[in-house]
């Protein structure tokens, strides 16, 4: 088994939340130890006593928990890498854009790129295609995010295209070949 790595894992608000479960759930049998944090669309799609039993930590949500406060800025000095699985098309391009409207933005805007970022994308093919989701996934990859898919096929929502999120293991492999787990 590889070293136990201290890993960020957050979700944001794709019907992907599902498959994104499996992965944590991976991550942390192979011992890693894994602290999540869940947008409020992330919520939507699933519960934190999921999120809570599969990490085994308290799952972070809001930026202004007391207590908390100052994780936006303290879990990236925690942190080996952080992985953002699913990431929707808002975060994307709110992320893009420099915004901190909650915990996750706010996290990512007070990120100095030094450890890895890696970004699972999960959305409909029209989402993925809009000009302005283009814009904002090359200006990530310019900023030295890492964007670990999306796959072509059908989504749920039925369309076909690219925007379906990659399998677990097919993730799993891409960070051992990146040699974070
Ligand atoms: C049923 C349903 C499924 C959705 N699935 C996705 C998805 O797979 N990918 C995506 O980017 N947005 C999806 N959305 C839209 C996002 O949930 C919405 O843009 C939300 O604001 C994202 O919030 P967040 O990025 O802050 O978590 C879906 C919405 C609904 C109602």
Known sequence: MSKSKKILFSLTGSIAC???????????????????????????FIGLPTLEGLSGKKVLTDLYS?????????????ADFHVT????????????????????STLFLSYNFEKPWFMVPAMNPHMYHHPITQNSIAKLNELGVQFIGPDSGQVACGYTGLGRMLEVEQILTYLKHKEVV
């Open 18 to 44: 599902f498959k994104a479960c499996g992965l944590l759930s991976e991550l942390v049998k192979k011992g890693h130890v894994v602290q999540v944090v869940a947008t409020h669309g992330a919520q939507q």
């Open 85 to 104: 699985c699913p990431m929707s098309a808002h975060k994307i391009n709110e992320f893009a854009a420099g915004l901190g409207s909650d915990l996750l």
């Open 66 to 78: 007391a207590g908390d406060a100052m994780e936006h800025i303290d879990l990236h000095k925690w």
